[in-house]
């Protein structure tokens, strides 16, 4: 009898990745990245980010193309909601980079993933950034990560492949740990 293992295809290029690995492992300097994002005020509490170049590999790079984000505070705030607020680009980064890395390590590990969805919910309370209460915080309480994922593995190894995602993750860490913020004004 033969076995013929079918290959896993999540759409993640894993000899690649490994590949990357084994040559920024000899060479950290190349393994320093610097990422960028531009911001335009427009009016309001409107503003337009663009995404286009970086820093990598030892040299500047660019994106295949810039992309653009709007970001507003709905009505509620007498703002126009002409875009998701900062906070929820937070939740999507952290969606965004734990999901990936569930897509990676499965593939990785041999792990067929038929469908990962997300749920991510953070508590606010505002009136921190409305200045009413100095002992409220100004960003999340906490934040709550629901995944909902149909893999060709048992519940242990599906547990194991977001474990490892989290400990992979750079936006779980800038969130989870404090990390040194910079703001300079160039008049």
């Given at each position: 009898m033969?076995?013929?293992a079918?290959?896993?295809?999540?759409?993640?290029?894993?000899?690649?990745?490994l590949?990357?690995?084994?040559?920024l492992?000899d060479a950290?300097d190349?393994?320093r990245f610097?990422?960028r994002?531009?911001?335009?005020?427009?009016g309001g509490?409107h503003?337009?980010?663009?995404v286009?170049?970086?820093?990598?590999?030892?040299e500047e790079?660019?994106h295949v193309?810039?992309?653009?984000?709007?970001?507003?505070?709905?009505?509620?705030?007498?703002?126009?909601?002409?875009?998701?607020?900062?906070?929820?680009?937070?939740?999507v980064?952290?969606?965004?980079?734990?999901?990936?890395?569930?897509?990676?390590?499965?593939?990785?590990?041999g792990?067929?993933?038929n469908?990962?969805a997300?749920?991510?919910e953070?508590d606010m309370?505002?009136?921190?950034?409305?200045g009413?209460?100095a002992?409220?915080?100004?960003g999340?309480?906490?934040?709550?990560?629901?995944?909902?994922?149909?893999a060709?593995?048992?519940?242990e190894?599906?547990?194991a492949?977001?474990?490892?995602?989290?400990k992979?993750?750079?936006?779980?860490?800038?969130?989870?740990?404090?990390?040194?913020?910079?703001?300079?004004?160039?008049?």
């Amino acid at each position: 009898m033969t076995n013929t293992a079918s290959a896993v295809d999540n759409g993640v290029n894993v000899e690649a990745l490994l590949d990357a690995r084994e040559v920024l492992t000899d060479a950290p300097d190349a393994a320093r990245f610097v990422w960028r994002a531009e911001s335009e005020w427009k009016g309001g509490t409107h503003a337009e980010s663009r995404v286009e170049k970086f820093f990598g590999l030892g040299e500047e790079q660019r994106h295949v193309r810039e992309f653009s984000y709007d970001t507003d505070h709905p009505e509620i705030f007498a703002s126009e909601d002409k875009g998701s607020t900062p906070v929820e680009f937070v939740l999507v980064g952290l969606a965004g980079c734990l999901t990936a890395g569930i897509a990676a390590v499965a593939s990785n590990r041999g792990i067929q993933l038929n469908s990962v969805a997300a749920m991510i919910e953070a508590d606010m309370n505002i009136q921190g950034i409305l200045g009413i209460d100095a002992d409220v915080r100004n960003g999340f309480n906490s934040i709550t990560v629901n995944y909902q994922i149909d893999a060709d593995a048992s519940e242990e190894d599906i547990a194991a492949l977001v474990a490892q995602s989290q400990k992979r993750s750079a936006v779980f860490d800038i969130i989870a740990n404090p990390t040194n913020v910079n703001v300079w004004v160039n008049l």
